[in-house]
Every structure is written in C-alpha cells, then in structure tokens.
C-alpha cells in the first residue's frame, strides 16, 4: 500500500523559511497533479499548492501566494514546499497528496510560526 511521509516541519519564527519534503513508497509522483494541504488545529484540511503532472502549472491558495513555491524534487517519487515570509497562521499541520486527494493521508508535518 502507498505511504506517504511528511517531513521538514518545525517551529519558526515569524518571517522565517521552512522547506517541506514528501514522499511516497511504492509510487512515483511523476504522472500525477501533486498538492499540499494543511490543516490548523479546530479547522477543516485546506488546499495550499498544487503543480501538474508535467511540473509546468503551479497553482496557489491566496493565502500564501508569492510566499510558497512547490516543486517536484530530483527523485522521482518526492514534492517539496519552500515556505518563506511565514505568518503565525499558517500554523497547521501541513499534508500532501494527489489533487484532487485520492491516496490514504499520511500523518503530516507540523508547523509552528510563533516568537
């Protein structure tokens, strides 16, 4: 069964930089549309970024536009979320997917802007 496993998540001042990873095992990403979702602790699981099976459309939510990049990593099987200028509200537990999502969540990467 495919996993997939966040990683790069910490506590950051506000302002600061955080680069996401995910991976999945037994599956490669490359003719999928990939995204990143986030979840914030009492809300609902929102979409952040999405890019295209052929890495040529990337697509953001408002929220973190001109702030966040995804982009597909070298391997064949990893998409990462450059996260700079961050907002204390964009604290949340960061996931990643398909898009639209059709494989089981993995458990995410914390995030936590705060002084």
């Known amino acids: 069964q495919v996993q997939l496993v966040e990683s790069g998540g910490g506590l950051v001042q506000p302002g600061g930089s955080l680069r996401l990873s995910c991976a999945a095992s037994?599956?490669?990403?490359?003719?999928?549309?990939m995204a990143w979702f986030r979840q914030a602790p009492g809300a609902e699981r929102e979409f952040v970024a999405g890019?295209?099976?052929?890495?040529?459309?990337?697509y953001y939510d408002e929220s973190v536009k001109g702030r966040f990049t995804i982009s597909r990593g070298n391997a064949k099987n990893m998409v990462l979320l450059q996260m700079n200028s961050l907002k204390p509200e964009d604290t949340a537990v960061y996931f990643c997917n398909t898009d639209p999502p059709q494989l089981p969540w993995g458990l995410g990467t914390l995030v936590t802007v705060s002084e």
């Open positions: 890019i295209s099976r052929s890495s040529s459309s990337t």
């Open positions: 037994g599956r490669t990403f490359r003719q999928t549309d």
